[in-house]
């Protein structure tokens, strides 16, 4: 697995991703973003579930689309305080859920986080996006964006000391909410149990 830095806002950095196999695609093509990823290059695109067209080819100004990439991160400056990194979009390959790349792509990216960043923030809309930010190192905050996400963050340089009880406020935020069978089950797995443990993620090849 091999990680990297595709450059930070300024620099203008275009990622183009299969929007059949990726979340968030389309956030991803802007350069007003910086972005990370994560390749593969030893892997296989598995066959497509899905009806939906193949991306064309598109202006001349976009780069080919990026086969070998399975996770991305696209991240800017906070808009108030210069010292403060907002990690805004995440998207893990769909076939690749669950093998951990989020949380270590997360990891990777506040590593790079060596600006003068003080702390990196990010924002979770579910509880297993929550709780990959744990294993990335975050704390709940206690705060909600204006569109009811929970906010997370932890120092650029080290995770975040995270209680138990902390950890949990978040969870019971969801645990107020509309929510599916599986998000049901996920929290009901997670009752009164300590934050997960920081990944370690998976080394370069």
């Not at 296989?44 to 100004?61: E, N």
């Not at 669950?98 to 600006?115: E, F, I, W």
């Not at 960043?117 to 744990?134: G, M, Q, S």
């Not at 138990?164 to 089950?185: H, I, V």
Request: proline share 9%.
């Amino acid at each position: 697995m091999e990680f990297d830095l595709l450059g930070w806002p300024e620099d203008g950095p275009r990622l183009r991703l299969d929007y059949r196999r990726f979340a968030y695609a389309g956030k991803f093509v802007t350069a007003a973003t910086g972005k990370t990823v994560l390749r593969d290059p030893d892997d296989s695109l598995p066959p497509l579930d899905d009806d939906r067209p193949a991306p064309t080819g598109g202006p001349d100004s976009l780069p080919p689309l990026a086969e070998d990439v399975v996770a991305a991160v696209a991240f800017n400056e906070d808009r108030t305080d210069p010292t403060t990194l907002w990690l805004r979009y995440v998207t893990v390959r769909r076939d690749r859920r669950g093998d951990g790349l989020g949380p270590d792509l997360l990891r990777r990216t506040c590593d790079a986080a060596d600006r003068g960043y003080e702390t990196v923030r990010i924002a979770a809309n579910n509880p297993f996006a929550y709780e990959a930010c744990h294993k990335a190192g975050f704390g709940f905050t206690g705060r909600e964006t204006g569109v009811a996400e929970l906010v997370l963050e932890r120092p650029a340089g080290a995770p975040a000391a995270v209680s138990r009880e902390a950890y949990q406020s978040g969870l019971d935020r969801y645990r107020a909410r509309d929510l599916d069978d599986p998000e049901r089950a996920f929290l009901a797995a997670r009752e009164g149990v300590e934050p997960p443990e920081i990944d370690a993620g998976h080394s370069d090849d």
